[in-house]
């Protein structure tokens, strides 16, 4: 009753791998979605952003939970090194190269497909499904947290990333900036000025050797992105100005307060002769996990076992996504399973075209055992 063809598929995700959608620039790619919607006679509503739209299709089948499948339609930046064009949706065999073949509009192909599917075979299933395609996932997640502003709701999500096993969980991220602020002075008489760039190192070293939150599942990890001081320009001055960005994931049972103030404690502890302000501007996502014996992962795992021979992999992320704003700031109950590829966020991207078949499967069983007929 439900089936998915892999020649559709196919075509479908060269069209959306074909409309080129950096983060900001998704208008195109997602007004493609919503005509595909319309022109297979569902609605598509269009859920403004402060960028381009999120894309939202709402199919109501009578009493029962809320199912969200959801998947972002933007990009990253294409990388050097491609050997076709990002652009082409090149098939060899089995796969799909194109910038966004794996992350993820394959997952968004697989969401599109599965509501389709479910708008056509009522009788089987009762409750709503929702589909929903976000932008700006790879920048600031500005579509996710507009969803989220704008009130979805939903008993269960699952976000289709090129996750092959199944995500239950990952670590949140704070991103906290230092402006260091000292004053300039001739750089043979250092002793009149006070050196940010001297004062944003020593404040380096601290953060460097603070300890990570522990959590018996979830890694966590913390950077220094960068420390910018001084001028551009070769001048023998004492720089005045110094900016480090730090990005620190936080594990649950961690808040961004407690990692603020451990920062302030630091900086209380430079005694610095400059001033060092903190601040933490976005992106900010919450850590998340969700239990293993949840309702969604029992049902995940066990469409996930038919499709496959075997058990799904629970697996815990050290990156961040959209998961972790449904989970957290929605409180939707969300896992990530999507299709299998490799190198996203690098040169010849790819997707296994007939894992989005197989994900296609997994998600309607799913879906069936936790919105069943009545
Ligand atoms: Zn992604």
């Given at each position: 009753?439900?089936?998915?063809?892999?020649?559709?598929?196919?075509?479908?995700?060269?069209?959306?791998?074909?409309?080129?959608?950096?983060?900001?620039?998704?208008?195109?790619?997602?007004?493609?979605?919503?005509?595909?919607?319309?022109?297979?006679?569902?609605?598509?509503?269009?859920?403004?952003?402060?960028?381009?739209?999120?894309?939202?299709?709402?199919?109501?089948?009578?009493?029962?939970?809320?199912?969200?499948?959801?998947?972002?339609?933007?990009?990253?930046?294409?990388?050097?090194?491609?050997?076709?064009?990002?652009?082409?949706g090149?098939?060899?065999?089995?796969?799909?190269?194109?910038?966004?073949?794996?992350?993820?509009?394959?997952?968004?192909?697989?969401?599109?497909?599965?509501?389709?599917?479910?708008?056509?075979?009522?009788?089987?299933?009762?409750?709503?499904?929702?589909?929903?395609?976000?932008?700006?996932?790879?920048?600031?997640?500005?579509?996710?947290?507009?969803?989220?502003?704008q009130?979805?709701?939903?008993?269960?999500?699952?976000?289709?990333?090129?996750?092959?096993?199944?995500?239950?969980?990952?670590?949140?991220?704070?991103?906290v900036?230092?402006?260091?602020?000292?004053?300039?002075?001739?750089?043979?008489?250092?002793?009149?000025?006070?050196n940010?760039?001297?004062?944003?190192?020593?404040?380096?070293?601290?953060?460097?050797?603070?300890?990570?939150?522990?959590?018996?599942?979830?890694?966590?990890?913390?950077?220094?992105?960068?420390?910018?001081?001084?001028?551009?320009?070769?001048?023998?001055?004492?720089?005045?100005?110094?900016?480090?960005?730090?990005?620190?994931?936080?594990?649950?049972?961690?808040?961004?307060?407690?990692?603020?103030?451990?920062?302030?404690?630091i900086?209380?502890?430079?005694?610095?002769?400059?001033?060092?302000?903190?601040?933490?501007?976005?992106?900010?996502?919450?850590?998340?996990?969700?239990?293993?014996?949840?309702?969604?992962?029992?049902?995940?795992q066990?469409?996930?076992?038919?499709a496959?021979?075997?058990?799904?992999?629970?697996?815990?992320?050290?990156?961040?996504?959209?998961?972790?704003?449904?989970?957290?700031?929605?409180?939707?109950?969300?896992?990530?399973?999507?299709?299998?590829?490799?190198?996203?966020?690098?040169?010849?991207?790819?997707i296994?075209?007939?894992?989005?078949?197989?994900?296609?499967?997994?998600?309607?069983?799913?879906?069936?055992?936790?919105?069943?007929?009545?």
């Amino acid at each position: 009753m439900f089936q998915y063809d892999l020649a559709e598929v196919t075509t479908l995700l060269r069209q959306l791998v074909a409309i080129k959608s950096y983060p900001g620039e998704e208008h195109a790619v997602q007004q493609a979605v919503a005509n595909w919607f319309t022109a297979n006679g569902m609605t598509a509503e269009i859920w403004p952003t402060s960028q381009a739209p999120n894309v939202v299709v709402r199919i109501e089948n009578g009493t029962g939970p809320t199912f969200m499948l959801n998947g972002h339609t933007d990009t990253v930046l294409a990388a050097e090194g491609w050997d076709c064009d990002p652009w082409q949706g090149h098939i060899d065999g089995d796969r799909m190269y194109g910038l966004g073949a794996c992350d993820m509009k394959s997952g968004v192909v697989a969401n599109m497909l599965v509501t389709r599917a479910f708008a056509q075979h009522r009788a089987a299933w009762s409750g709503t499904l929702i589909f929903s395609s976000v932008v700006d996932e790879e920048a600031y997640s500005l579509g996710a947290n507009s969803l989220v502003t704008q009130g979805i709701a939903a008993d269960y999500c699952i976000v289709s990333e090129s996750v092959p096993e199944i995500e239950l969980g990952a670590a949140g991220k704070i991103l906290v900036r230092a402006d260091v602020i000292g004053k300039a002075a001739h750089g043979f008489m250092p002793w009149q000025g006070i050196n940010a760039a001297s004062e944003a190192a020593r404040f380096v070293v601290q953060v460097d050797g603070l300890p990570l939150g522990v959590h018996e599942r979830i890694p966590a990890s913390q950077s220094i992105l960068s420390l910018l001081s001084g001028s551009a320009q070769y001048v023998v001055t004492i720089p005045e100005r110094a900016e480090v960005l730090v990005s620190r994931q936080i594990v649950p049972g961690e808040n961004k307060a407690e990692v603020m103030a451990q920062m302030d404690t630091i900086v209380a502890g430079l005694n610095s002769p400059a001033r060092i302000e903190l601040t933490t501007p976005p992106p900010y996502y919450p850590p998340f996990e969700i239990a293993a014996d949840h309702a969604l992962v029992q049902a995940l795992q066990v469409a996930f076992t038919q499709a496959h021979g075997r058990a799904g992999e629970y697996y815990y992320s050290t990156g961040v996504s959209d998961a972790n704003l449904f989970a957290e700031l929605a409180h939707i109950p969300t896992v990530l399973h999507g299709p299998t590829g490799a190198n996203y966020h690098q040169c010849n991207e790819w997707i296994d075209l007939p894992s989005i078949v197989r994900c296609c499967q997994v998600f309607t069983q799913t879906i069936l055992t936790l919105l069943p007929a009545k």
